[in-house]
């Protein structure tokens, strides 16, 4: 059973489009959002996160927006460019056992074509 | 700082055999964890550790062990290795900020795995 479901699993956009990724959950205690961003043949490394109080969270190109109703929340890219391809992973965390656990999506694979 | 390492990075094995990835961080972060990465199931947590002397099971932890005796290292053994074991295996670490839920975890390289 998946807690958090990510779709798409490809994405291909053009360079300067926007790239959208969205993520669901079924939890409410998880407390913590974030996206990571893996580089072939890299560890995951993390992009941007959010919590369930805010509904929106913007860093430079990058934006989460946050729906706490629909237990939803996704990645918006703007103006994407080529060295953004890579694999996006949208996680969950909740405190469980003396540890913060993410639960981690299946990922999306984008493809910027300049 | 060389962040989290992982040895080796790549590693073929017979079934049956043991093997341990090892895992080192030198940002003295309390918290560590193993992931295995799978094609189309994203990253699970295998085990995980809070401290040195303590740790704990993950979401997919049969078939593995791990010990964490000093603050730095955080090996992960394999018993008796199968193909079902095949995938990228991901060590990461951090730090407790003090609040629920609001921390990051650094990632190593991983280890690609192959047990034929």
């Known amino acids: 059973q998946q807690q958090v479901k990510q779709s798409p699993q490809s994405l291909i956009v053009q360079k300067g489009g926007i790239s959208i990724i969205n993520c669901a959950y079924e939890n409410t205690a998880f407390d913590y959002f974030p996206w990571y961003q893996q580089f072939p043949g890299k560890g995951p490394a993390l992009l941007i996160a959010?919590?369930?109080?805010?509904s929106e969270k913007k860093e430079g190109r990058f934006t989460i927006s946050f729906n706490k109703s629909a237990k939803q929340f996704s990645l918006h890219i703007m103006d994407s460019q080529p060295g953004d391809s890579a694999t996006y992973f949208c996680?969950?965390?909740?405190?469980?056992?003396?540890?913060?656990?993410?639960?981690f999506g299946a990922g999306t694979r984008l493809a910027v074509h300049p | 700082n060389a962040g989290v390492t992982q040895t080796p990075k790549f590693q073929v094995l017979k079934t049956g055999q043991s093997m341990t990835l090892q895992c080192a961080q030198d940002m003295n972060h309390e918290y560590m964890s193993w992931y295995r990465q799978d094609p189309g199931m994203g990253l699970r947590l295998i085990h995980y550790s809070v401290g040195a002397g303590i740790t704990d099971q993950g979401e997919v932890p049969n078939g593995y062990n791990v010990s964490r005796s000093t603050t730095e290292d955080f090996p992960l053994r394999l018993l008796s290795a199968a193909p079902s074991q095949t995938s990228v295996y991901f060590c990461?670490?951090?730090?407790?900020?003090?609040?629920?839920?609001?921390?990051?975890?650094?990632f190593g390289p991983g280890t690609r795995l192959t047990v034929t």
């Open positions: 990461a670490s951090s730090y407790s900020t003090g609040l629920s839920g609001s921390y990051e975890q650094y």
């Open positions: 959010i919590r369930p109080d805010v």
């Open positions: 996680a969950a965390s909740m405190f469980s056992g003396g540890y913060n656990k993410l639960i």
